[in-house]
């Protein structure tokens, strides 16, 4: 698969732990994009083909994923990226589309990696093969202190957190720590932003950044 800065669209991708602000901001940010006369595909992971959403829902949702090892989860979660990558984010790159996806496989490095403690080295090889060098050109990490994040879940879940909504507090700071460790590896790629600012002020620096990358 071509390398996609050889493709005329831009791929930007949303990290950060649960309820940090991701979709709020894709949806200002792809209406930005818009009125700006870009075309736009917003998607997300788990999800965003029809063979993802099914797999999403075995990962958060139903029964047969309780108990399930994080060997289990990783090929899970990276078997529905290796169909988006193919199905949806390469087609829209080439047609010179902004892709703008809800998670990406940094989600894996961090969750399954840095908090599940699966080996860096197997995470970032079976990364590797699912996304076959489609790279986004930039990263969003929306950073939001664990207390916060979890917080705004139980807010929107009303009592009915989903199956790694239900993990510890301990396990959600790891994944804050991972995306903090993560974006001072990758500085070019990776952007990290204050979640707990108003959602108004936060889609601003978003935009500033992505007009100086669309130039
Ligand atoms: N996962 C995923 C892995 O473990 N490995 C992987 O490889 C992948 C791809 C996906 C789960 O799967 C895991 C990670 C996740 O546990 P999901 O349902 O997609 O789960 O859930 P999340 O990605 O966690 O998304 P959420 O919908 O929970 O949160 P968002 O999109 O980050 O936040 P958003 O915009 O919905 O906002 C949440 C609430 O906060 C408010 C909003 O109004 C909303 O009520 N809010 C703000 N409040 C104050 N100030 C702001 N700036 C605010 N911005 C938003």
Redesign the pocket.
């Known amino acids: 698969m071509p390398h996609p800065t050889l493709f005329a669209g831009k791929f930007i991708s949303f990290e950060?732990s649960?309820?940090?602000?991701?979709?709020?901001q894709i949806s200002r940010l792809a209406q930005h994009l818009k009125d700006a006369g870009r075309e736009v595909v917003a998607t997300?992971?788990?999800g965003g083909t029809a063979l993802g959403e099914r797999i999403r829902d075995i990962?958060?949702h139903k029964d047969e994923g309780d108990g399930m090892s994080a060997e289990s989860e990783l090929l899970l979660?990276t078997a529905a990226r290796a169909q988006l990558v193919r199905s949806v984010i390469t087609p829209a790159l080439a047609r010179g589309t902004v892709v703008l996806s809800?998670?990406y496989l940094d989600?894996?490095t961090v969750?399954?990696g840095a908090a599940r403690n699966l080996d860096p080295k197997a995470v970032a090889a079976v990364n590797a093969f699912a996304v076959g060098g489609v790279m986004p050109h930039l990263t969003v990490i929306?950073d939001v202190p664990t207390e916060i994040s979890l917080a705004?879940?139980r807010?929107?879940t009303a009592g009915q957190p989903?199956r790694?909504?239900r993990e510890t507090a301990a396990f959600f700071q790891k994944v804050r720590d991972g995306y903090l460790a993560l974006a001072k590896t990758e500085p070019l790629r990776v952007i990290v932003f204050d979640?707990t600012?108003?959602?108004d002020d936060?889609d601003q620096k978003i935009w500033t950044e992505v007009q100086k990358r669309l130039a």
């Open positions: 950060g649960e309820g940090s602000g991701k979709s709020t997300r992971e788990p990962l958060l979660f809800d998670r989600s894996s969750y399954q929306l705004r879940v807010a929107r989903d790694i909504e979640g600012q108003p959602a936060i």
